[in-house]
């Protein structure tokens, strides 16, 4: 069991880590419903496209004639482009998501993904804990190292497997194409992996309001299996014990900081493998922080 010390470390980083927005966020809203939330400032500059969008004070609208998934994807399109060259998007990623209420449910538009945060859509993440049974009879995980050149928390450790669903993606397809792009795990193993629910996160970040729904796979591997990166995505991996992952989600300093989203991911696989005890201190709250609260952003398909 993890030490009732790091449970509470734990608990301190991921509160801090994964806390909801404080600023005051505008509805951006299709047909209805609540697409996205944008702050102040990102509001002001996307007023200045006028002719995409209607940005009042108590929301943000498509501007009159824009009314169709094609329209608003190209509109969308457009404005992406120009805060790109800006230089107030996150790296160009040549690639969209499908923007709905619901993963699979008919999209309103599509949006490069660079542009999801700065107008704070809901997207899609399917993550795999890569486990390993040891001989001792223990449990072990692989964790990934981010590489250096990632648009999104360089450097940091991360789970085995991860990554956006994309547009025209489904969580199965995923899974199986991160599998084998960022560790080498061939598609008769990936298909293995066993889908454990979800997590979700809505937190401010530096590019917008992230505000994601990650889809949990454990995958249990063979103990003479060794990952191996076939993207440039990951440039080290580490098989840890399970019970070592705690301390390291709890780490919040020097080279072996673990990304927030994988962070949440881990501990809800601690939580499930009951490697924190059902009376360990805080524990209830370590399990509200798998599933925020319906609040201002975080009410997911509102």
Same mark, same amino acid.
């Given at each position: ?8 470390a ?10 909801? &927005? ?17 702050? @102040? ?19 943000? %609208?498509?501007a @009159? ?9 190209a509109?969308?399109? /457009? +404005? ?5 060259a800006?230089?107030?998007?996150? /790296? ?10 619901e ?32 001989? *001792? ?16 928390? &360089?450097?940091?450790? *991360? ?11 489904? +969580?199965?397809? %995923?899974?199986t ?55 440039g ?7 840890? @014990? ?16 673990? %990304?927030? *989203? ?12 009951? +490697? ?15 599933? @925020? ?10």
């Open positions: 069991m993890i030490r009732n010390d790091v449970v509470a734990i608990r301190s980083r991921l509160a801090r880590e994964l806390a909801p &927005p404080r600023s005051s966020l505008r509805p951006f809203r299709v047909d209805g419903q609540v697409a996205g939330w944008i702050d @102040p400032q990102r509001a002001q500059r996307l007023a200045q496209f006028g002719d995409v969008l209607a940005v009042a004070s108590d929301g943000i %609208t498509f @009159p004639g824009i009314d169709d998934f094609a329209a608003r994807t509109a969308l399109a /457009r +404005v992406a482009r120009a805060l790109a800006e230089g107030l998007l996150s /790296r160009w990623r040549d690639e969209r998501y499908a923007i709905a209420s993963l699979g449910a008919p999209p309103w538009f599509e949006l490069e993904r660079a542009a999801a945060r700065y107008v704070g859509v809901r997207t899609f993440a399917a993550h795999v804990n890569g486990l390993v049974r040891r001989a *001792d009879g223990g449990t072990a995980m692989w964790i990934a190292r981010r590489s250096f050149s990632k648009a999104i928390d &360089p450097g940091m450790l *991360d789970n085995l497997v991860g990554g956006g669903i994309a547009a025209g993606q489904s +969580v199965a397809s %995923t899974v194409k991160e599998a084998s792009e960022e560790a080498g795990v061939d598609s008769p193993l990936a298909a293995r992996a066993i889908a454990a629910g979800a997590v979700h996160l809505c937190r401010e970040q530096p590019d917008g309001i992230q505000r994601e729904t990650i889809f949990v796979h454990d995958l249990w591997l063979p103990s003479d299996f060794v990952p191996a990166c076939r993207d995505e990951a440039v080290e991996h580490r098989l840890v @014990p399970l019970q070592e992952t705690g301390a390291l989600i709890a780490n919040d300093a020097g080279p072996d900081v673990v %990304t927030a *989203d994988a962070s949440l991911v881990i501990l809800d696989c601690l939580l499930r493998q009951r +490697v924190v005890a059902s009376n360990a201190p805080l524990r209830d709250r370590l399990e509200a922080l798998r599933r @925020p609260a319906d609040g201002a952003c975080c009410a997911f398909g509102r």
